[in-house]
């Protein structure tokens, strides 16, 4: 049974108010820094405005106590002064408890602008150049020396020039081509159908798919991770509370709610996170529960409002596909969460060396990480010799306990304190590794390899 929520409940959606009052200059750069709206996030106003509110609940409550006393003396006697006093109070009570909801809800405004602290190893900078690039791997060869990835091009000039899989040297074709020509990809129908950035997956390419969820699925079991089958239409709150909400509103589709009970707004998911990390909301986990390890495979909607222009052609930004999220729930512990970052990246590189796609891991500058909850983000991305550039098929991040004060979800320490709990988060698998492997895995004639990990689910080695 949930809780009541109280949507200005402010000091629990606070990143943390004591530091904010201790370091608001420091808030304000992060804030620059990360490339967030300064007059969205006023912090000198949201100061101004807590000190106010906290002036005004003093008020009410002295207020409410002296007229529950006069409203005891009315059962003893009426006092004509006191009737009139009662009055006076009720109307200053009236005008002030306005007043408190005025500025609960510009502060809830400025608060949901206010992004999380990033942790000290977060490369300061504003865009990708600024990114560090920490690891990169190649089928056959390995890891790449760390002295490569330092340097100026990085990991890009050891990246091979032709698909890796391939019968002979050759620069791979586009994946839309290959795709049209063994038809298992179809994007004129999908536009046919439903308009640009929708497409059809036929025959083996559904079989590719599901054999990539169902391996991954398979080690996540073997891990001891809670598989879900997770709601796709969330409430607003679910989309504020993991801060999808405000900054990516015009990513998400809303539903028209005149059919829905309570004729509340819902919203299609972009990714399973938010229903993932909602399924504790209002509860206190016992701590010998953590770490919480859960994933689901749902399927996603985006927009992609802003990236008309971009990646028109094929099935890389597209405005639905399938996606396995993972999640972890972990004590209030930056330690912990740094040890199950790596862990879930662990994970993701397993899943690329068994598909043998050579890929690097990037962690992401201040500018570049994205929502407002990530603390820290590890992007990793796929080599595609097609068109000589690396393509992002995941990220990874912590967000501290950012969306834990927000969703409200707390555990009770050795010492029986009620803390909020850290969360994380992780993309298993998209549409994209398809990609990848008709890059890696096709051959001179137009055929394609399947890789030898996915045979077992499509039931051939060969698509042609």
Same mark, same amino acid.
């Given at each position: 049974?949930?809780?009541?929520?109280?949507?200005?409940? $402010?000091?629990?959606?606070?990143?943390? &108010?004591?530091?904010?009052?201790?370091?608001?200059? #420091? @808030?304000?750069?992060? !804030? %620059? +820094?990360?490339?967030?709206?300064?007059?969205?996030?006023?912090?000198?106003?949201?100061?101004?405005?807590?000190?106010?509110?906290?002036?005004?609940?003093?008020?009410?409550?002295?207020?409410?106590?002296?007229?529950?006393?006069?409203?005891?003396?009315?059962?003893?006697?009426?006092?004509?002064?006191?009737?009139?006093?009662?009055?006076? $109070?009720?109307?200053?009570?009236?005008? &002030?408890?306005?007043?408190?909801?005025?500025?609960? #809800? @510009?502060?809830?405004? !400025? %608060? +949901?602008?206010?992004?999380?602290?990033?942790?000290?190893?977060?490369?300061?900078?504003?865009?990708?150049?600024?990114?560090?690039?920490?690891?990169?791997?190649?089928?056959?060869?390995?890891?790449?020396?760390?002295?490569?990835?330092?340097?100026?091009?990085?990991?890009?000039?050891?990246?091979?020039?032709?698909?890796?899989?391939?019968?002979?040297?050759?620069?791979?074709?586009?994946?839309?081509?290959?795709?049209?020509?063994?038809?298992? @990809?179809?994007?004129?129908?999908?536009?046919?159908?439903?308009?640009?950035?929708?497409?059809?997956?036929?025959?083996?390419?559904?079989?590719?798919?599901?054999?990539?969820?169902?391996?991954?699925?398979?080690?996540?079991?073997?891990?001891?991770?809670?598989?879900?089958?997770?709601?796709?239409?969330?409430?607003?709150?679910?989309?504020?509370?993991?801060?999808?909400?405000?900054?990516?509103?015009?990513?998400?589709?809303?539903?028209?709610?005149?059919?829905?009970?309570?004729?509340?707004?819902?919203?299609?998911?972009?990714?399973?996170?938010?229903?993932?990390?909602?399924?504790?909301?209002?509860?206190?986990?016992?701590?010998?529960?953590?770490?919480?390890?859960?994933?689901?495979?749902?399927?996603?909607?985006?927009?992609?409002?802003?990236?008309?222009?971009?990646?028109?052609?094929?099935?890389?930004?597209?405005?639905?596909?399938?996606?396995?999220?993972?999640?972890?729930?972990?004590?209030?512990?930056?330690?912990?969460?740094?040890?199950?970052?790596?862990?879930?990246?662990?994970?993701?590189?397993?899943?690329?060396?068994?598909?043998?796609?050579?890929?690097?891991?990037?962690?992401?500058?201040?500018?570049?990480?994205?929502?407002?909850?990530?603390?820290?983000?590890?992007?990793?991305?796929?080599?595609?010799?097609?068109?000589?550039?690396?393509?992002?098929?995941?990220?990874?991040?912590?967000?501290?306990?950012?969306?834990?004060?927000?969703?409200?979800?707390?555990?009770?320490?050795?010492?029986?304190?009620?803390?909020?709990?850290?969360?994380?988060?992780?993309?298993?698998?998209?549409?994209?590794?398809?990609?990848?492997?008709?890059?890696?895995?096709?051959?001179?004639?137009?055929?394609?390899?399947?890789?030898?990990?996915?045979?077992?689910?499509?039931?051939?080695?060969?698509?042609?």
């Amino acid at each position: 049974m949930c809780t009541l929520y109280i949507l200005c409940d $402010i000091l629990r959606k606070m990143i943390d &108010l004591k530091y904010i009052k201790e370091n608001p200059q #420091k @808030i304000k750069e992060i !804030i %620059i +820094n990360r490339g967030f709206d300064a007059k969205k996030a006023d912090v000198d106003k949201l100061l101004r405005l807590e000190k106010e509110l906290s002036v005004i609940t003093v008020q009410l409550n002295n207020l409410r106590a002296e007229r529950n006393r006069l409203s005891k003396t009315f059962g003893l006697k009426k006092d004509k002064n006191s009737m009139q006093k009662a009055k006076r $109070i009720k109307e200053q009570i009236k005008v &002030l408890e306005k007043r408190e909801a005025q500025i609960k #809800k @510009i502060l809830n405004e !400025i %608060i +949901n602008w206010i992004p999380n602290i990033p942790l000290e190893e977060v490369p300061l900078g504003g865009d990708e150049t600024q990114n560090e690039e920490i690891k990169a791997w190649i089928p056959k060869i390995g890891y790449v020396n760390s002295k490569i990835l330092k340097s100026k091009e990085g990991s890009k000039k050891v990246m091979p020039k032709f698909a890796i899989h391939g019968d002979k040297q050759f620069i791979p074709r586009q994946h839309w081509e290959i795709g049209k020509m063994l038809d298992i @990809i179809d994007i004129e129908q999908g536009g046919c159908v439903s308009g640009s950035r929708f497409y059809y997956l036929k025959n083996e390419a559904v079989l590719i798919m599901n054999g990539i969820f169902h391996l991954l699925t398979e080690k996540l079991l073997s891990e001891g991770f809670i598989l879900m089958y997770v709601p796709t239409l969330v409430k607003e709150r679910l989309l504020y509370g993991t801060s999808h909400f405000p900054a990516d509103a015009d990513q998400v589709y809303k539903v028209d709610s005149s059919n829905v009970e309570n004729k509340r707004a819902l919203y299609l998911l972009g990714s399973a996170e938010s229903s993932l990390i909602g399924y504790w909301m209002d509860k206190v986990i016992k701590k010998e529960n953590l770490p919480i390890k859960a994933t689901a495979i749902t399927t996603c909607f985006r927009s992609e409002a802003g990236s008309w222009g971009k990646d028109v052609r094929g099935i890389k930004r597209v405005h639905q596909f399938d996606k396995q999220e993972m999640i972890m729930i972990v004590e209030n512990s930056v330690d912990q969460a740094r040890k199950a970052h790596e862990y879930l990246l662990s994970i993701n590189e397993w899943l690329l060396q068994k598909l043998e796609l050579p890929y690097r891991v990037i962690n992401m500058c201040y500018g570049e990480l994205g929502y407002a909850a990530a603390a820290k983000k590890y992007d990793y991305e796929l080599w595609l010799p097609s068109q000589q550039s690396f393509m992002e098929v995941g990220s990874n991040s912590i967000t501290t306990d950012y969306q834990a004060r927000r969703l409200n979800i707390r555990y009770q320490d050795d010492d029986k304190k009620i803390k909020y709990v850290y969360t994380l988060n992780d993309t298993g698998a998209t549409h994209r590794l398809l990609i990848g492997i008709i890059d890696h895995y096709q051959q001179s004639d137009g055929s394609l390899l399947v890789p030898k990990v996915l045979r077992k689910y499509v039931g051939k080695d060969k698509i042609k």
